[in-house]
């Protein structure tokens, strides 16, 4: 009995022996299966690693040479640029097709914009008639400032100081636009409005201090023309932020709208001609002979007279826009001469009054 224990014993280790060796050698075939595994897939993931870094160090060479390539090119073409057709325009530079030559090629960059300030071109004269204005009434101011009496009073000051900022805004405006037009369509729209808003700061800026000096002892009656004007003033912006004012085909819609702001003085103007002290009766003249100008200039501007009548002839001189500007300059100085009339006027009433 204990002879069968004892060998049953022994073949119950000596297979248990041998299950356990072969399960052992197994367990190491597959761990020399799974290391060359590994290391492929170690490799595998190295190279395209390698593959990705090479990828995006040739992306970034190409784009690099792309972008120094089209600075190259639009150096080359903004420094030797030359006036073209109007044909050969984009569309978004196209605003006057009875100025046939002459013309700036878009010029994106703002430094050979402004030098263009310097060269022969359709915008020439637009740039230099609004620049020189803006000038001549900055030295205006400073002028006035320097020389003022001493019984003009802070609100005096005040009075000139914003028909001063109102005018030198608009001309330096109307300057950056035609400098700064031929730029790009998006420099180009954001200047255009620019420019639009500066004729509304400017008629506001006109109003201003003539209906304070028209309406010096009706305080009332100033007050209510004044929040008027700044109404509309609000209205003619808001309009001119709109992208599409700025288009050729809404030209008449903007000349309407400006038109319209500025003969809205009409009221005031006729109510100030029935109450008004003789010794105004100069001023009432002087403006009456700016909004002429103004709307002499604007009928110009928006009929396109003489280019209309001589297409091609006018690319350069005389054209309608530059007309324009020269009698805005004319009749933002006639307004301040009638300004400072009423101001010498009111002046010397309040002392003989003393």
């Known amino acids: 009995m204990q002879t069968e224990l004892s060998s049953t014993t022994d073949i119950l280790v000596d297979t248990t022996g041998d299950d356990l060796h072969q399960h052992m050698r197994s367990m190491s075939d597959d761990v020399m299966i799974i290391k060359p595994e590994v290391k492929t897939h170690r490799r595998t993931a190295s190279l395209r690693q390698r ?5 995006q160090l040739v992306h970034k060479f190409v784009t690099e040479a792309e972008q120094v390539a089209e600075q190259a090119v639009i150096k080359l073409c903004t420094e030797a640029w030359h006036v073209c057709h109007f044909n050969a325009l984009p569309k978004w530079l196209q605003d006057n097709d009875f100025l046939h030559r002459g013309h700036r090629p878009p010029l994106p960059s ?3 914009c402004f030098k263009s300030i310097f060269r022969l071109h359709t915008e020439t004269g637009n740039i230099w008639t ?4 803006a000038v001549l009434f900055l030295c205006l101011f400073v002028y006035t400032f320097i020389t003022f009496k001493d019984h003009y009073t802070y609100v005096d000051r005040l009075m000139l100081a914003i028909y001063f900022c109102g005018a030198i805004t608009c001309l330096s405006f109307s300057t950056v636009f035609h400098t700064c037009s031929c730029h790009s369509r998006e420099v180009s729209k954001f200047c255009s409005k620019l420019d639009y808003c500066g004729i509304s700061i400017q008629i506001i800026g006109s109003m201003i201090p003539a209906l304070y000096y028209g309406f010096y002892d009706n305080h009332a009656m100033y007050l209510t023309y004044i929040t008027f004007g700044v109404i509309l003033c609000i209205i003619s912006i808001v309009i001119s932020l709109w992208d599409k004012f700025g288009e050729p085909k ?6 309407a709208v400006f038109l319209a702001f500025g003969l809205s003085n009409v009221i005031p103007g006729i109510h ?8 105004l009766f100069s001023s009432f003249l002087l403006f009456i002979l700016q909004g002429l100008l103004y709307i002499i200039g604007a009928l110009l501007y928006v009929v396109r007279i003489p280019e209309r009548f001589f297409p091609g002839k006018c690319d350069y001189w005389f054209q309608s826009h530059q007309l324009f500007h020269i009698l805005v300059v004319l009749a933002a100085i006639v307004h301040l001469n009638g300004i400072n009339g009423m101001v010498e006027m009111r002046l010397n009433v309040n002392q003989l009054s003393i």
């Open 272 to 279: 100030w001609f029935i109450v008004l002290d003789s010794h």
């Open 110 to 112: 703002f430094w050979v």
């Open 51 to 55: 593959l990705e870094n090479a990828e």
């Open 250 to 255: 809404f030209r008449p819609l903007r000349t």
């Open 130 to 133: 609004h620049g020189l204005g």
